[in-house]
């Protein structure tokens, strides 16, 4: 009986021990996860551009990929890199936009301002290298955005300040040595961020032959990063990413807001591909909107709660009232402020996720990834946390994504 029961004992702690996260382990160790963001890589750049993209056709045939990432609303910078790393619709985890307003402090937030940037209280959600870190795990960040925030009292092992002046060679360098300390102190989970796809994109448009050339650079620099972490010793399982795609400009598609209502009755949140506006004191939704029934066609005005279900924006103070969403390649703001962005813009993103021109790149090859070359269907970002948390053997936070990702790309 005694030898029965310490049998059954024994197997129950066998099947506990299974549901519980495990701590760093030689498993996890070898193949640390290596997260790259190549910012503003369209889904379909690959295909586009082959001779441009040789590291990246080896990474898809030996691992597995998606036709497409999709973004969350707005398809811009700042909220698609959080929404991969917390598994948080914008409206979940409070990044709205790269701009946006915030009623109950009265303040903004500017992705291009450090103060902002820094402040925990615009973060919320729990990021993949606080979940690891909570679990025992250590994690390094280069550029990711949230990294330099403090975010529930954790920041990662190894951070840095966004310098656009820092030359990739010297943050390679920096990477590499972050794995040349003691196994038991390696980053089990590592984000780079990786931009100029972006900027060229912007500046030249999403077919040009500067894109081409930016591609290139990327591609180069993606096999770098593995080839000297190999040279270390470590495989890792890389996870490469985009946050968003690129669509060309189109002139015609731009809306003059100062042409349709009295710039001094609202407030501007954010303009752009997507903008956001309040009433001021003295003026109400209604009367904003009775001035906006006359936009161009293809642009529409919106109340918030009138937003399509698939933007998932509700239940936050940040979002604005009322916002203007313009056809694919235009832009809304004041005339003056459009004239100059139309002198230097030739591509851009923030629209409707559901345009194939907005999805990101999904790779992913390493020892816990299928090999055969698998191409599976577009897939919403938010589900990448799921699968972070899966590599790294710990338990996910609470999100709006699933499993999804974990059953169809790991062995």
């Known amino acids: ?25 030689a498993e996890t160790k070898t193949s640390p996860l290596l997260l790259l963001s190549l910012d503003g890589f369209r889904w379909d750049y690959c295909d586009l551009y082959p001779k441009e993209t040789p590291t990246l056709h080896r990474l898809k045939r030996g691992g597995a990929s998606a036709r497409g990432l999709i973004p ?44 902002a940037v820094h402040d925990s209280r615009w973060w919320g959600g729990e990021p993949i290298w606080v979940t ?125 807001l100062d042409e349709y209502l009295d710039p001094s009755t609202v407030q501007v949140d954010f303009g752009g591909p997507v903008c956001g506006l309040r009433p001021k004191p003295g003026t109400t939704v209604d009367e904003v909107m009775s001035h906006l029934q006359k936009l161009p066609a293809g642009a529409k005005a919106y109340r918030a709660e009138d937003l399509p279900e698939r933007f998932h924006l509700k239940g936050n103070a940040r979002i604005p ?34 345009l194939e021109s907005m999805h990101g790149t999904l790779i992913v090859q390493g020892p816990a990834f299928r090999s055969d070359g698998a191409v599976i269907d577009p897939v919403e970002n938010i589900h990448l946390y799921h699968l972070f948390c899966a590599l790294l053997h710990v338990k996910p936070t609470p999100n709006d994504g699933d499993e999804r990702l974990v059953k169809s790309l790991l062995k």
């Open 72 to 115: 969350v609303f707005p398809s811009n910078t700042f909220p698609n890199h959080y929404s991969i790393v917390t598994g948080l619709w914008p409206a979940h985890h409070g990044v709205l936009n790269n701009v946006m307003f915030d009623p109950d402090s009265g303040r903004f937030f500017r992705n291009n301002l450090p103060a």
């Open 321 to 354: 009232p009322i916002w203007v969403l313009p056809a694919e390649g235009g832009s809304v703001s004041s005339k003056e402020l459009l004239a100059s962005w139309l002198s230097k813009t030739r591509g851009e993103h923030g629209f409707d996720p559901a």
């Open 132 to 256: 690891a870190i909570k679990q025992g795990r250590h994690s390094a960040c280069s550029f990711w955005p949230g990294s330099e925030a403090e975010i529930e009292g954790v920041r990662p092992n190894h951070w840095k300040n966004f310098d656009p002046k820092e030359s990739f060679e010297a943050r390679l360098e920096e990477l590499v040595g972050w794995f040349r300390v003691p196994p038991e102190e390696r980053p089990d989970v590592t984000t780079f961020y990786l931009e100029e796809t972006n900027s060229v994109g912007h500046n030249f448009g999403p077919a040009s032959p500067e894109i081409a050339t930016a591609i290139r650079l990327l591609d180069t620099r993606v096999g770098l990063i593995i080839q000297r972490l190999e040279a270390e010793g470590i495989t890792p399982n890389v996870v490469i990413v985009s946050d968003h795609g690129m669509t060309e400009v189109k002139p015609e598609r731009c809306v003059a």
């Open 1 to 25: 009986m005694m030898k029965s029961l310490r049998f059954l004992g024994l197997v129950f702690a066998l099947g506990f021990w299974t549901l519980v996260p495990r701590t760093a382990s």
